[in-house]
Nanobody, 122 residues
Framework: QVQLVESGGGLVQAGGSLRLSCAVSGGTLARYAMGWFRQAPGKEREFVAAVSWSGGATDYADSVKGRFTISRDNAKNTVYLQMNSLKPEDTAVYYC???????????????WGQGTQVTVSS
């Protein structure tokens, strides 16, 4: 299994932006479809965004569509989540995940990072 390390979280005011990164090691990123998930305190983990192996297809939760953009750079073994127009309800721990066999919100993600905290103040 690959190892995933998220970075880029922090504290931002509502309306601001952050870019999360997910560095992949121990394997070739191009073999994996990738996803971002988040978990807020007291809530279940939820799907945020996914990108296919080549980056040609993306999928977003309705709550972030139009504000967040997922992308990948297979040469750098890194996946990104650009988050704009952030809202207090986006506050959560954000996780990246890797899937060998399938893509999208229903995929089986076998590798997970440790998460990075995003806090949006009102």
């Amino acid at each position: 299994q690959v190892q995933l390390v998220e970075s880029g979280g922090g504290l931002v005011q509502a309306g601001g932006s952050l870019r999360l990164s997910c560095a992949v090691s121990g394997g070739t990123l191009a073999r994996y479809a990738m996803g971002w998930f988040r978990q807020a305190p007291g809530k279940e983990r939820e799907f945020v965004a996914a990108v296919s192996w080549s980056g040609g297809a993306t999928d977003y939760a309705d709550s972030v569509k139009g504000r967040f953009t997922i992308s990948r750079d297979n040469a750098k073994n890194t996946v990104y989540l650009q988050m704009n127009s952030l809202k207090p309800e986006d506050t959560a721990v954000y996780y990246c995940a890797a899937s060998l066999a399938s893509y999208g919100r229903g995929a089986h993600y076998s590798s997970w990072g440790q998460g990075t905290q995003v806090t949006v103040s009102s």
